[in-house]
Structure formats: C-alpha cells, structure tokens
Nanobody, 123 residues
C-alpha cells in the first residue's frame, strides 16, 4: 500500500502564498500520477492539479491555472503544490492523492489519499 503525508496548510491573507508538501511511502513504484484535490464545506471534492511521476507532465484545474504550480522531487517521493495569489475561494481541505492509471483528473483513479491539510484564505 501507499501512505501519503501532507503538510504546509495554514491561514493566509488573500494574495498570499502557501506551499503544500506530500510525502509518499510504501509501495510507490507503481504510482503513475500524484494529484491534489480540495474540498470546501458543503461542496464536492474537486480536482486541483496533478503531475505524472516519471514524465513530470502537469495538469491544472482552470480555477487555479496560472496561480498554482505542482512539482515533484522523485528522489524524495514528494510532490509539492505552490499556491500563489490565494483567494478566499481557495479555502478548503487539500488532499494529496496517488493514482495508478492515466485518468489524471478522475477522482476514482486515485486509490491512495492523504489525511488532508486545511488551507484558509482570509478576505
């Protein structure tokens, strides 16, 4: 199995930045993609960004494109989400996920999930 540990969430003012980290351990060799999802209270969980582990191809939701950057450090089995120009609507619990197939933005393609880290953006 794969274990994911997230960190880096917190409280930030609108326009500020945060960097989330997700460290993967366990049976990681079959991971195809690492992704970030978020869920605000009363809303469905939504795709934010993803990166393929080997090729480093990136994918972003339209709502964050140009503001968020996903990257990975393969040697550390870690994926990062640099979040700039944060907006109140970015407030959510952010979840790191590991997928085993190329359905990059499909939630069901991610079989392993972290515990989530809270990101709160004040107005």
């Amino acid at each position: 199995q794969v274990q994911l540990v997230e960190s880096g969430g917190g409280l930030v003012q609108a326009g500020g930045s945060l960097r989330l980290s997700c460290a993967a351990s366990g049976r990681t060799f079959n991971i195809y993609t690492m992704g970030w999802f978020r869920q605000a209270p009363g809303k469905e969980r939504e795709f934010v960004a993803a990166i393929t582990w080997s090729g480093g191809r990136t994918f972003y939701a339209d709502s964050v494109k140009g503001r968020f950057t996903i990257s990975r450090d393969n040697a550390k089995n870690t994926v990062y989400l640099q979040m700039n120009d944060l907006k109140p609507e970015d407030t959510a619990v952010y979840y790191c996920a590991a997928g085993l197939d190329p359905m990059i933005t499909t939630e069901k393609s991610y079989h392993y999930w972290g515990q989530g880290t809270q990101v709160t953006v004040s107005s």
